[in-house]
């Protein structure tokens, strides 16, 4: 079966600027998680969708952070405005339940 | 709430040579269990898991765990290392809305 995709792999922006960032999960999995890896750090939940509705996002920065997930399937993960603590890998999981996550590869965001 | 430590930041041994990776976990009731792999560049490899039942579980990649509810522990071993097992390794805990709890991870490198 096809994996978790996510795009762009890389991207480098300026703090204040915007970026967007989008993955499509393993077909048929209700579950999305975007979660955020700090370099050196374990990845941390960021937002969890059942379908198209939020489950937990109690650690999202709503302030500069936003997603969505139109239609319970595809998801974006946006910031804006970017800070130079954003820099990170985004990783996207999609899953079944029993808490069994099928990563993508990440997204890996610089902020100068 | 739930937590996992794992001590070692990086760790490494010779090819060759067996391995533990340390894990501890800190949840109320019997745990959901799973150790990840990532590769530099790369997404999180699910490696084993543990719901229930017999407490050594066998992975992929010649892993195995064992949970030992008395320590609170989920150790990663490997008998025999290999130069392709060089990566950082992440104990993860399953949340109660059907997330992951990663800790901070532990590097590893082998030396030839």
């Known amino acids: 079966e096809a994996g978790v995709a996510q795009s762009p792999r890389y991207k480098i922006i300026e703090k204040r600027q915007s970026v967007a960032f989008w993955c499509n999960p393993i077909?048929?999995?209700?579950?999305l998680y975007w979660y955020q890896q700090i370099l050196g750090q374990g990845p941390k939940l960021l937002i969890q969708?059942?379908?198209?509705?939020?489950?937990?996002d109690s650690q999202l920065p709503k302030d500069r952070f936003s997603a969505e997930r139109l239609k319970g399937v595809d998801s974006t993960l946006k910031i804006q405005p970017a800070k130079l603590e954003d820099s990170a890998v985004y990783l996207c999981?999609?899953?079944?339940?029993?808490?069994?996550?099928?990563f993508g590869a990440g997204s890996r965001l610089t902020v100068l | 709430a739930q937590s996992v430590t794992q001590p070692d930041i990086h760790i490494t041994v010779s090819e060759g040579a067996s391995l533990e990776l340390r894990c501890n976990y800190s949840y109320g009731a019997t745990p959901y269990l799973f150790w990840y792999v990532q590769s530099p560049g790369q997404g999180l490899q699910l490696l084993l898991k543990y719901f229930s039942g017999d407490t050594l579980v066998q992975g992929i990649k010649g892993f195995e765990a064992e949970f030992k509810r008395s320590q609170s522990s989920f150790n990663l071993r490997k008998p025999s290392v290999h130069w392709s097992d060089a990566a950082e390794y992440f104990c993860a805990v399953g949340g109660s809305q059907g997330n992951l709890i990663f800790g901070k991870g532990t590097k590893l490198s082998v030396k030839p």
């Open positions: 077909s048929g999995h209700a579950t």
């Open positions: 969708f059942q379908n198209n509705g939020v489950v937990d």
């Open positions: 999981a999609s899953g079944t339940g029993a808490n069994v996550l099928t």
